[in-house]
DNA sequence: GAATGATTGTTCAAATTCGAACGACCGGCT
DNA sequence: AGCCGGTCGTTCGAATTTGAACAATCATTC
């Protein structure tokens, strides 16, 4: 049964779970960080993904394509991280227009002490609904959406927490 | 190779690509909706899952559990549909509190006009990124975190647009 | 080496989000 | 009837997000 774009009952029931699903996992980190850590989850995201790069630092640019963000935005969340101590911004060496982000000490402390709580989150929200078989189809099924919508190994680069 | 909380990169790769995919294709819904029918997705959310009940109305507090936004958030997007004459608000009848929320023939009009645009885009994006078999087990797996997160039917009910 | 078009990061206003506080009302109980 | 904990929807302020505009710098071309 397809109504006028040819999209099925079926269909379009799991875009609206998968929307849904997204949606809830999002408040559920989103309240736990805040809860546990004080952070927001892309200011998580940012240090996150800062721990990840070489020396802890990014530029602006690059960060904000990896954490799917608007570059406005970054600007924001980094002033915020940078009053809270976290993140500290200092001229780039090779391109005199950029600014590259770096994590203070404070900064890899901060996220060495909220990663675990927020990965068991993960953990039992996320992989522990899901049976070895499920999680494995879920995997190749958001590989092949993240390739079609043009999402770089770089975006999606599992991240690891340096300790 | 495990971090801190027992989860694998390989586990973690795939949450990232789940949060990365969620965003991209809300970020696309998002523009489409604004450009073709001047929508956002949020009021798109309201006017499909109004005309999804009978006679087109629902209370709010019915209308913001199902579409998963804050009761605040429900007010003032429901008011915004109401000033572009999308929407119209009445007192409940059986609960002097209440408010219900209709789908005004303007209403019905830009749904009917903007859905299959929509549902197109949906189609293209989401469903057709994938093989019929990865799709069936991408909506085994979005149905079983959906089922541990709570996410009730009602939330998930597949939106027809009647015509 | 000057000109030109693109890129970098910030700032601004406007729109949106959330939670807390609030007044109004419900329903059960006495 | 009167009380009382709970629910309904709105409003408020604070935080956040977005895109457009901007000055500064880059890099390519002439």
Request: one cysteine or more; a negative charge; hydrophobic letters at 40%.
């Given at each position: ?57 990014l530029r602006m640019t ?31 060496a090779t391109d005199e ?14 996220l060495r002490e909220s ?49």
């Amino acid at each position: 049964m397809t109504d006028g774009a040819g999209l099925s009952d079926r269909e379009l029931r799991t875009w609206r779970t998968f929307l849904g699903v997204a949606t809830v996992l999002n408040q559920q980190v989103e309240q736990q960080l805040k809860d546990t850590a004080g952070l927001s989850h892309p200011q998580y995201e940012v240090l996150a993904r800062l721990s990840n790069a070489p020396d802890g630092e990014l530029r602006m640019t690059e960060l904000a394509g990896i954490a799917l963000t608007s570059k406005s935005g970054l600007s924001y969340q980094v002033a915020q991280l940078e009053k809270a101590g976290l993140v500290q911004r200092r001229p780039c060496a090779t391109d005199e227009r950029g600014i590259v982000a770096v994590l203070t000490e404070a900064g890899w402390a901060k996220l060495r002490e909220s990663a675990p709580n927020h990965l068991a989150l993960v953990r039992s929200a996320f992989v522990e609904s899901l049976s070895a078989n499920e999680f494995a189809a879920l995997t190749a099924a958001v590989d092949a959406l993240g390739t079609h919508l043009g999402l770089t190994g770089e975006t999606v680069t599992a991240l690891r927490v340096q300790s």
